[in-house]
């Protein structure tokens, strides 16, 4: 599938659910660092300490997901409501998608200087889509 040729507001969405996705994906690492060490439920979060780095390092991208993503499903909403149609807002959307993926592997393989930069991208993806939503509507 094509997503250039696909309607702007499908891109949106799709997006949206892409973002959502991406979420989960450090937290398989987690779930996989926990059973080596040993998984306790009855203190789940006990455990991190206990998680090899990368684990802990995929932790952290777990939970900076969720933020980054309320932000990104806002604004794509806010362009998928007000009809933004262009090639910019679609490129934004699809590449934050891109960055937050990168985002994680980044974070996970202890590389700060990229996981940053797939930040800032992806942070500047959710205000263009805002930008553009709101200029939309003026």
């Not at 996989?32 to 439920?41: K, L, M, T």
């Not at 499903?73 to 998928?80: F, G, I, P, R, W």
């Amino acid at each position: 599938m094509n997503l250039s040729q696909l309607p702007a507001s499908t891109v949106f969405l799709y997006c949206i659910v892409a973002a959502a996705i991406l979420i989960y994906l450090p937290f398989l690492l987690v779930g996989y660092a926990r059973v080596q060490v040993g998984y306790d439920i009855a203190a789940p979060r006990a455990m991190f300490d206990k998680l090899p780095p990368y684990a802990q390092r995929a932790t952290w991208a777990h939970q900076n997901s969720f933020e980054a993503f309320m932000i990104f499903a806002a604004a794509a909403l806010m362009a998928y409501v007000t009809g933004v149609n262009s090639n910019l807002a679609v490129s934004a959307a699809i590449a934050f998608v891109i960055a937050r993926f990168l985002y994680s592997v980044f974070y996970v393989t202890n590389i700060p200087i990229a996981r940053s930069l797939m930040f800032a991208v992806g942070s500047l993806c959710s205000g263009t889509l805002f930008v553009l939503s709101l200029l939309q509507n003026h």
